[in-house]
Structure formats: C-alpha cells, structure tokens
C-alpha cells in the first residue's frame, strides 16, 4: 500500500504542479506506451511471478531452509533497505558495464523527470534485477519476513521518488536531514543526464557511490536528460540491441 499511495501521490503532484505544466503533451504515444507497459509489468507481473514461480522454485530447491533465519526485526529491515541495496548497487553498475549495456539503455531513454517513467525498460530486464530473486530467497528463508518486507516496499516508494522531480529545496531541514545518506531526485537525475551517465548507481544511499568513487554531487538537477535512440518501440520492449 505504501508503493500505491507514494505513485499516486507523486502523480497528482506532477499533473498539478504549477512550475511545470502538466507533461501529457511532452510525451510521445511511443514513450506513454513504454510507460504504461513499464509499469504494468513491474508493478504486477513481476510480484506475481515472484509469489508463484520464484518462491515454489526455493521450496523445490531448499526444501528444509525455510524460515530457517531469526532476523527481528530491524536486523530483518537493515538486510532489505541496506545489505541488498548494495547488491543492487552493482547489479546497477554491472548493466553499465559494455558487455551488459543493452539490458538497461532503454530506462535511459527518458528524457523528462516524472514518476511515469519509473519503470521503463526492455520488459525481461527485470529478471536481470538482483531485486527479483534475493527477495524472494529472503522472504522464503526469514521466520517473520513482516520488517524485511517493509525494507522492500520503502525501497520501492524511494525509488518512484527518485525518478520524480521533487526533490527537496537547498538549505531546508529536509534538505540537510538527507543529503548526506539518502539518494535524492537530483542525484538520480545526474545519473540520467548524457553528462554523467557513469555514476550515482545507488538506489537508496550514497555510501557505496562515495566508497567506490563514482558519485557526482550536484545540488541542482540536469539541463537535459536522456540517450538518443533509434530503436524501434518492439525493439525497446523486446530486442534492445541492432
């Protein structure tokens, strides 16, 4: 539920936001429709075969390990929100890697800020996303899964936050509370933008751009966002390559 409202509160935001007029117009049909699809498939699809394929396939293969883990409860949360954050770290860095690019080039084919595009990318992208098979692997292992899973649903109302362009304003106590550890819009947008498309891997926190040297700090966001190109939207939602 927490996902669900954070969309739909960072949606009204953006169709109202007075500073930038709603973006309907902005939008190609072929970028709505990557969207949408986007969204669909990573919002339903891909829980549902995590419930129904990827837990039954850890029960076939560790028939005695289930709950077989006390973690509770922060313990429980700090694995979700932090310990697999650094796994996705470089998952994240490993797809901008040459051999691995074509995985992930059409998530940086947005070229606006807004919450829509959150989940755009070729759709079998995500069964390349560490995300898919270390939660269910946590959630079938863990006693009481409750907090791991609050880690979960945290994470992904940050990240549908982070693709959007409310960010909090320089110098305010928000601002300060969590510029110093929490990955902010702005920082995610560098990431987008053509003139640092190398850096700024994180999903929730800068620790591991600033341990390994690949963060760019900036406090505003990007003049441009977004990579050129020509592949055709049946070539984007399924054979991201020429």
Known sequence: MLVFFTFVILLALTVTNSKQPFFIGKKSREDWLL???GLVFQGIVIPFFQIAIVLRLYQLLLPHARASLNFYPIPAFLLSFVFVDYLYYWNHRLFHTWKLW?????????TQIDVLGTSRNTLWTSFFIVYLWIHSLFIYLLQEPYWYILGISLSSALDLWRHSSFSPTQNSWLYRCLSTWLIL??????????????????????????????????????DSLGIDSFLSVNQKLFLPWQ
């Open 185 to 222: 819009p702005q920082d995610h947008a560098w990431h987008h933008s053509p003139d640092c498309i190398a850096g700024n891997y994180g999903a929730n926190l800068k620790l591991w751009d600033k341990i390994h040297g690949t963060y760019y700090q900036s406090d505003k966001m990007p």
């Open 102 to 110: 074509f995985i992930h080039q059409v998530h940086h084919t947005v």
């Open 35 to 37: 969207d949408g699809i």
